[in-house]
Nanobody, 123 residues
Framework: VQLQASGGGLVQAGGSLRLSCAAS????????MGWFRQVPGKGRQFVAG????????YHIDSVKGRFTISRDNAKNTVFLQMNSLKPEDTAVYYC?????????????????WGQGTLVTVSS
């Protein structure tokens, strides 16, 4: 599986961005997907996950109500809609693919990673 993330950029606090992650392969619909983020000097932080069917989603508390993960299995794509962005959301965002159907918040459970897309939120 190859993952290609896009949609990052520079935005003012309170603004919105929509990240996309396109996956190759015909088994995308059997995999859970996740979004992680990383700032320099820190490890990757789980942000949101969605199970293979899209019926179950999880968001960490700090983004709940502002970010929404979704997926389109027909287009092999997962999204992260980010609204009401804050400066502390600034990070490189990575999409990741887990070779099982259920969500996990541990980066160790994800087998495939996208290249990362930078999100910068100015105050």
């Amino acid at each position: 599986v190859q993952l290609q993330a896009s949609g990052g950029g520079l935005v003012q606090a309170g603004g919105s961005l929509r990240l996309s992650c396109a996956a190759s392969g015909r088994t995308f619909s059997t995999y859970a997907m996740g979004w992680f983020r990383q700032v320099p000097g820190k490890g990757r932080q789980f942000v949101a996950g969605i199970n293979s069917s899209g019926g179950t989603r999880y968001h960490i508390d700090s983004v709940k109500g502002r970010f929404t993960i979704s997926r389109d299995n027909a287009k092999n794509t997962v999204f992260l809609q980010m609204n009401s962005l804050k400066p502390e959301d600034t990070a490189v965002y990575y999409c990741a693919c887990k070779s099982l159907a259920l969500i996990s918040s541990s980066s160790n459970d994800y087998s495939y990673w996208g290249q990362g897309t930078l999100v910068t939120v100015s105050s």
